[in-house]
């Protein structure tokens, strides 16, 4: 075995786009396992606010868009002074799409792209500077999509964003040598939200063609989400797909 | 804006649906998936309308999923130009 060290469990993990959803979802089960977490959101909901509630010592919350990057290195502090060094990252903020390529603006193209890859990769960016810099090692997850790897109609920006993430998270994992663990969790199709944004016959065809008979829940990610930010797993540059072998 | 009658809408479908050796039928209640006008159709349809008009038509896709009917790309592209 080499002289490596292992890169021990998250105890302070930043997550954006954590006010709903898959996002609140992780928010709650790392607190359940008794992490800390920061979470922000463009919006903070009575969900993750009740959180903060609970746990006072454990969570900061805020008002912050991911692709306002001084907003997120002044929430980073901020959750650092009160939470203790953040030493794992769940990139989970994005926006949805639902138009075909040739009748999305310009400008959803350009909005699509900065929230869901350009502003992970800057997010990213602060914290392993911070990581490194403090001596620390840490782990992240970035939260993508089967998008990324397998085509669907009115997805085309989506996915193109999904499958930089996915990229970004391999050779990341490269980079970093070991010292920061980053793997990526590709969830199937979501019965809510953002399969609110395929027809009912997508939907029924996604059901049919997956071996569980369902589509994936976010109570069926988190644990997986977890696991990489917790457990030794020597699991490292890797995309998980939690979507019922639907894709396979 | 230079915003196109319903029937030079009319018109440009039936042109996109003759390329394709098919007709368009009269009755703005008949079915799209009968006559076979499809959703990359729809999307053609909508850039020769940007073509005459010189502008963009972006629009999501719930919206195109509730056309049914020759009378609901009409209506939908009418109110598109508006917008």
């Known amino acids: 075995m080499s002289d490596t060290p292992l890169v021990p469990p998250s105890s302070v993990v930043l997550v954006s786009g954590g006010s709903r959803g898959l996002g609140l979802a992780i928010v709650t089960d790392l607190l359940d396992a008794g992490v800390k977490v920061a979470a922000f959101a463009r919006t903070v909901t009575p969900e993750l606010a009740k959180l903060a509630d609970t746990y006072p010592d454990r969570v900061h919350v805020g008002t912050v868009d991911v692709t306002d990057l001084s907003a997120a290195q002044a929430f980073l502090r901020a959750a650092e002074e009160r939470l203790g060094p953040v030493d794992g990252l769940v990139n989970n903020a994005a926006v949805g799409q639902d138009s075909m390529h040739t009748h999305t603006s310009t400008a959803d193209i350009a909005r699509i792209v900065e929230t869901n890859l350009t502003a992970p990769l800057q997010l990213t960016r602060l914290v392993v500077r911070r990581m490194l810099g403090g001596g620390r090692r840490g782990r992240i997850v970035n939260i993508t999509s089967i998008c990324a790897q397998r085509g669907f109609p009115g997805l085309v920006a989506y996915s193109a964003t999904k499958g930089g993430m996915d990229a970004a998270t391999r050779s990341l994992a490269r980079e970093l040598g070991g010292r920061v663990l980053v793997n990526a969790v590709a969830p199937g199709f979501f019965a809510s939200e953002m399969s609110a944004v395929l027809g009912s016959t997508q939907l029924d065809q996604i059901v049919r063609r997956t071996p569980t008979g369902h589509l994936t829940e976010p109570a069926e990610v988190v644990p997986v989400v977890r696991m990489l930010l917790r457990e030794h797993t020597n699991i490292n540059g890797q995309v998980i797909v939690v979507d019922g072998a639907a894709s396979v | ?83």
């Open chain 2, 1 to 83: 804006m230079n915003e196109l009658s319903r029937a030079h809408i009319r018109d440009l479908m039936s042109q996109v649906l003759a390329n394709q050796g098919r007709v368009l039928p009269d009755d703005d209640a008949a079915d799209l998936r009968e006559i076979g006008f499809r959703s990359l159709d729809f999307s053609e349809l909508a850039l020769r309308v940007e073509d005459a008009t010189g502008e963009e038509l972006n629009f999501d896709a719930p919206g195109l999923r509730r056309i049914a009917t020759v009378g609901d790309v009409l209506d939908f592209l009418e109110s598109l130009q508006r917008q």
